[in-house]
């Protein structure tokens, strides 16, 4: 199957862009368990400290430089590189480039009813972990 500019499922703002390509919205196309998303920061923009509850995901830079969380392990990530986070794990992505940071992210287990992501940002450790 095709997947055109009028499929993406597009959530978010100019700081941080979602577009689902195959999604659980309106457009969902029929990928029976994968996820695919690629999310764009502007600088200092990013995705918070979350957790998908029972999926995994793989996380690719297609652009930019971002601050990778998975658990307390950091480190910056640039074009090309690839990120694994099992499921359940705390984590998140920080644009600390000069321009915006894209990343493709491919999720396994679509067909589960658990939320795609719970924020965790507002709760310790994560809270104090990072200090823009």
Known sequence: MFISEADIDVDGDAGCRNE???SLG???VPAKDVILVRATFAVGEGHGFHYHEDR???LYVLEGEVE???GEEKRVCGEGDVIYVPAGVV???FNVGE???RLLAIFGNKSSVAAL???VSDREPWRG???S
Do not use: L
């Open 91 to 93: 984590h998140a992505s």
């Open 99 to 101: 321009g915006d940071a």
């Open 117 to 119: 992501a719970v924020d």
């Open 129 to 131: 972990v990072r200090r």
């Open 56 to 58: 995994e995901e793989f």
């Open 20 to 22: 689902f390509f195959s």
């Open 68 to 70: 990778q969380w998975v």
């Open 26 to 28: 309106e457009h969902s």
